[in-house]
Every structure is written in structure tokens, then in C-alpha cells.
């Protein structure tokens, strides 16, 4: 895919304007302005960036979604809710980008959603130099676990009905 698509760039031809050539067309210019091959990234670096978006974007996106499909399950008052929301602001239309800033209780309804089943749970963090984190000196070479997963239902945090839905 990406050879062809660097032919028909080079052809003179626009880039097809999903992701890959959305990124592809910026290399591009990047190398055409840099005057050589040595700035930009290389194919193996494209493909990984590929990746990286593919993982990064779909994988957390399909989880928040099915989770969110679970809870409104759960919680039918608020499927009703969301629901009336998307019908008043879209009507019988398709859906588009104005109108889905409009969405406050669906906004509201993700947002508790990835509080309770966040795709992302942990986050790791090395130190490469000594550091000062809060009053805790650490060495370089410390793997550091942030567990967003029990920050996200403490309930020094955020009272204590932390395990409920309550978006
Ligand atoms: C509900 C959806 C998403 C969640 C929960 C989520 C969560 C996160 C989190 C927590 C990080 C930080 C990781 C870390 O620094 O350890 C991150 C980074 C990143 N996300 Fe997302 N993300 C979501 C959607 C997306 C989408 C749709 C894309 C792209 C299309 C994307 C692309 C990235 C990239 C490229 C990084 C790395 C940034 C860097 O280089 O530091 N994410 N995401």
C-alpha cells in the first residue's frame, strides 16, 4: 500500500486523505522541504506508525464503546435519556461533528463510562535519572505502576458511591 501510494504522490497526484495518507503527505513535504532523505521517518517507521494508531485508536475506542453499550444496558433510564438526546439534536439526519459537541448527556454518559472501564487502566512510567516525585527520591532504572483503574473508584476520591454509574 504504501509503495503504491508513494508512486502516485510522486506522480504528482493527491494523497488520499485518510490516515496513512494524511501522514504519508506530511513525509513527504518534510523530506521536499528537508532537501533529502534523512529527515522524515522511513517506511519501517510509517508501518509502525501505523500501528501504534491502529492499537492506540481503535482497540481503546472499541472498548469504550462496548462498555458503554454494556451500561446502558445496566441502566435503562439513561439509554432513554441518551437516546432523546441524539434524537433532538440529529432528528432523523446522520449524524455530524457540530452536532455531536451538542451531545451533553452522551458526553457525560462516555466520560463516567471510561471513569468505571477505562480502556487504558495503568500507565508505566522508568526514571532514567535520579528524581524527585512529591517528597520520594528515586533512582534512575525505577519502573513506576500509576493504577488509574483504583484512582478512578476511590472513594476518598469521589465520595462514596464511587462504584455506581452516575454520569
Ligand atoms: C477512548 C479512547 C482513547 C483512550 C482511553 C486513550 C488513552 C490514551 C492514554 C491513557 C494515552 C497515554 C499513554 C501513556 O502515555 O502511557 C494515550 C496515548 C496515545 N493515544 Fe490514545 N486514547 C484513546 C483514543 C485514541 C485515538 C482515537 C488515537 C488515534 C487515532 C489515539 C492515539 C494515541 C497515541 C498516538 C498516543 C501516544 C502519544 C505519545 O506519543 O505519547 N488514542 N492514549
Not at 68 to 78: C, E, G, I, P, Y
Not at 141 to 166: C, K, P, S, Y
Amino acid at each position: 500500500m504504501i509503495h503504491k501510494r508513494e508512486k502516485t504522490m510522486r506522480a504528482g497526484e493527491a494523497p488520499t486523505s485518510d490516515l496513512l495518507g494524511l501522514l504519508m503527505e506530511s513525509n513527504f513535504k518534510e523530506i521536499k522541504e528537508g532537501g533529502n532523505s534523512k529527515v522524515g521517518i522511513t517506511i519501517d517507521e510509517v508501518i509502525e506508525e501505523c500501528k501504534l494508531f491502529y492499537f492506540a485508536g481503535q482497540e481503546t475506542t472499541a472498548t469504550l464503546l462496548a462498555w458503554t453499550m454494556v451500561a446502558l444496558s445496566m441502566h435503562q433510564d439513561w439509554q432513554q435519556k441518551a437516546r432523546e438526546e441524539v434524537i433532538q439534536v440529529f432528528r432523523r439526519n446522520k449524524p455530524e461533528y457540530d452536532g455531536l459537541n451538542k451531545l451533553k448527556v452522551v458526553t457525560m454518559i462516555l466520560n463516567e463510562v471510561l471513569r468505571l472501564y477505562p480502556p487504558a487502566y495503568i500507565r508505566m512510567r522508568e526514571t532514567y535519572k535520579k528524581v524527585k516525585l512529591g517528597g520520594v527520591i528515586l533512582p534512575p532504572g525505577v519502573q513506576l505502576t500509576l493504577a488509574m483503574l483504583l484512582i478512578h473508584h476511590n472513594r476518598e476520591l469521589w465520595g462514596e458511591d464511587a462504584e455506581e454509574f452516575n454520569p
